[in-house]
């Protein structure tokens, strides 16, 4: 009886079915929901700094000092008719250069490291769900590109002329566009620690040194 539940020497060897990638979503370690907060708040303000430059900038080519006349755009926005698309024009350009001066910041830390500068600081990285790396097209165009149109959509709506041109309909749409960053940032606190963003990019941040 002993015998017959003995290993037999003669068998074919088992194979052990487990998973040992080392990418492999289990083994990642994520990092505390307070490192990804900092970190995601350190990243806002490097946003805002890359929006507020371009705006800056944009102002001052627009008006060029008091002493001077104004450009053909100042002049456009007493025009109450072309107010709307005075706006929409200011939050398209500011949109775009934020955009740019993200991706100067941030460029080569996404495609070397798959990180941002919050995320470097506080030693994280951004991954594929799979644990494999996460494509710098990926990382801008889906996971960070759509972030900025609501955010700038957010300050677009919020303009009082916008919302008085828009009434009920335009506060609703600034309160939603305001509340959206928000909401993206509280995700952080789910069981998987995953912004909306990533879900719509299929990524997770882990740590990137972990011991």
């Known amino acids: 009886m002993d015998s017959a539940v003995e290993q037999n020497p003669f068998a074919s060897p088992q194979c052990d079915h487990t998973r040992t990638d080392p990418l492999a979503p289990d083994r ?18 490097v946003i805002l700094i890359a929006a507020l430059l371009p705006l800056f900038l944009w102002t001052r080519a ?13 002049r456009v926005l007493t025009n109450s008719a072309d107010i709307f698309w005075s706006i929409a024009y200011a939050a398209a350009t500011i949109a775009a250069l934020s955009v740019l001066c993200y991706c100067l910041l941030n460029g080569y830390l996404l495609y070397a490291r798959g990180q941002t500068i919050g995320k470097a600081i506080f030693k994280m990285k ?9 494509g ?8 960070y590109v759509p972030s900025a149109i609501y955010s700038i959509a957010a300050v677009y709506f919020s303009d009082p002329i916008m919302r008085e041109g828009l ?15 928000l909401l993206d940032l509280l995700f952080i606190f789910t069981k998987e620690k995953r912004c909306l963003h990533d879900y719509l990019a299929n990524t997770i941040v882990v740590k990137a040194n972990p011991q």
């Not at 627009?62 to 100042?74: C, D, H, R, S, V």
């Not at 951004?126 to 996460?134: F, K």
């Not at 710098?136 to 996971?143: D, E, H, K, P």
Request: net charge positive; charged share 20%.
């Open 126 to 134: 951004i991954v594929r769900r799979d644990g494999s790396r996460a």
């Open 167 to 181: 009434g009920l309909f335009g506060f609703g749409l600034g309160l939603a566009f305001l509340c959206s960053p």
């Open 62 to 74: 627009e008006y060029a000092g008091n002493n001077q006349a104004p450009t053909k755009t100042a």
């Open 28 to 45: 990642q370690i994520l990092p505390s929901r307070w490192r990804r907060l900092f970190a995601a708040l350190l990243d806002i303000l």
């Open 136 to 143: 710098l097209m990926r990382l801008i165009f889906v996971r």
